[in-house]
């Protein structure tokens, strides 16, 4: 810390990306939830086209990729804002409605808590039962945010619209976010709720099942109050806080659809195939809807696993706070088989 840092920053806990540096080239990585494909051509094709124009300011509003989206959700365009990533998103919605504070489950997406602490917001963190969200637990949270990722990460389990619905409505109070980052893997949207509830906002991205987290591209679905108020915040800090490439490379995406439906369909096969084969080697495998699994060893403690996976040069995440259980991100079927036999023979090593 140099002795002209504010004094408020002495103490932060940024999040944790030693695992994602350049010194990993060369390891098959399956630790941070990327897609293993490469973005439709189409995606790559307007990202050139829009770099020949970057002399320019980007469009603060996005406007061309929210009419897309507005067509493909049914909601109005100015109903949607956009982030540098749905972190970006994350950060807006905790500078703007979280004054009476935050709620989110103990075990969850670790940014919450980051940007809680960073912007001095107290927060509740509800246990899970058994790995799950159960609604009940969340039941009068008297005006704090409440934070869902659905489906949950690590553990990739989801909650059904019935369930969420509850949270909502025994929260009249509450604003009500909604994570949908891994979504499209299996779970349903609830972007139904924002017609019906006045307190709900969805967070979605393009990290994930459209293979761009390194655009850094993500966005809210809401009402057109809670957009107004958010696109305030983004217009105050950062209005152009998407680049003209990610927005021409995100309308790409959108208009291959075809092209991200086809890799879902892949990483969910692979993802129930590989579930199958990790419990017949004795794991305990939670089920996911996401493209991760989270899941233990009956006798080998997860450290174990990761760290001898990491000689082999494959990287997973380990988590110290939930030690036996490691996540797995679905790689394509080519690099799941290598995981898997590296993995077969940790396991028969370990268990001699
Ligand atoms: N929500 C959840 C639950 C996540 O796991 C992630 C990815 N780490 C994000 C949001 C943020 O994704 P991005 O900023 O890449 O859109």
């Keep these: 810390m140099s002795r002209f840092l504010h004094t408020k920053y002495s103490s932060l806990t940024p999040y944790d990306t030693s695992e994602e540096v350049e010194s990993l080239k060369g390891y098959l990585r399956l630790n941070t939830n990327e897609s293993p494909f490469p973005p439709s051509n189409n995606v790559i094709k307007y990202a050139r086209e829009a770099a020949r124009g970057m002399n320019y300011y980007s469009d603060p509003e996005c406007r061309l990729l929210a009419e897309k989206l507005s067509s493909m959700f049914g909601i109005k365009p100015e109903n949607i804002v956009f982030g540098n990533g749905s972190d970006e998103i994350l950060n807006f919605i905790f500078m703007a409605f979280c004054e009476n504070g935050a709620a989110f489950p103990e075990i969850t997406y670790s940014f919450y808590k980051i940007l809680a602490d960073f912007h001095g917001v107290d927060c509740v963190r509800v246990p899970l039962r058994e790995f799950r969200i159960v609604p009940e637990d969340y039941a009068n949270m008297n005006g704090r945010t409440i934070f869902i990722a659905n489906p949950n990460a690590p553990t990739g389990i989801a909650l059904t619209l019935a369930e969420l619905e509850r949270i909502i409505t025994s929260n009249p109070d509450s604003l009500i976010v909604i994570d949908e980052a891994y979504v499209d893997f299996g779970a349903e949207s609830a972007v139904k ?14 990290s994930k099942s459209r293979s761009m987290a390194g655009a850094r591209l993500g966005w809210c679905m809401t009402n057109e109050a ?4 958010i696109r305030n915040i983004k217009n105050t800090l950062t209005p152009y806080n998407i680049n003209a490439m990610t927005q021409a490379a995100g309308l790409g995406a959108l208009e291959d659809d075809e092209y991200t439906r086809k890799n879902i369909n892949v990483i969910c096969r692979v993802r129930d195939n590989t579930k199958n084969r990790l419990r017949e080697m004795g794991f305990e495998v939670l089920d996911s809807l996401t493209n991760f699994l989270f899941a233990r060893h009956e006798k080998i403690s997860g450290g174990k696993i990761y760290s001898s996976l990491r000689k082999r040069r494959i990287i997973i995440r380990h988590f110290e706070e939930i030690s036996d259980f490691n996540r797995i991100t679905i790689g394509s079927p080519e690099q799941m088989q290598i995981t898997l036999e590296v993995l077969r023979d940790i396991v028969s090593h370990e268990t001699r």
């Design 193 to 206: 709720f924002i017609e019906s509830y006045d307190n709900v906002i969805i967070t979605r991205t393009f």
């Design 226 to 229: 809670l957009a107004r108020d």
